[in-house]
């Protein structure tokens, strides 16, 4: 049975840190493209960055510069570091694969960036 658990979320100021973490069991980690997608109240889920198997990766413009996706293939963990926040990156943070498996998604992990 796959599973991906995503953590890390919280409250946090406008210009402060998270770092996500995202598990995967039950998948040939390191066979896969991973992302990070988000999806804001009122919005569809968009795609936030990913990695490639290599370690490639691609951001949204939105997030260029201010967050950093990594994995670890040896901990079948990919992680999401986001810094700079912004009030609009409240949402709740998924991982999957790219491109996305139905059945992979997860609980996800609430972001949100208030004072």
């Known amino acids: 049975q796959v599973q991906l658990v995503e953590s890390g979320g919280g409250l946090v100021q406008p210009g402060g840190s998270l770092r996500l973490s995202c598990a995967a069991s039950g998948i040939i980690f390191r066979a896969y493209v991973m992302g990070w997608f988000r999806q804001a109240p009122g919005k569809q889920r968009e795609l936030v960055a990913r990695?490639?198997?290599?370690?490639?990766?691609n951001y949204a413009d939105s997030v260029k510069g201010r967050f950093t996706i990594s994995r670890d293939n040896a901990e079948n963990t990919v992680a999401l570091q986001m810094n700079s926040l912004k009030p609009e990156d409240t949402a709740v943070y998924y991982c999957n694969t790219d491109p996305t498996i139905r059945a992979y998604w997860g609980q996800g992990t609430q972001v949100t960036v208030s004072s």
């Open positions: 990695i490639s198997i290599g370690g490639s990766t």
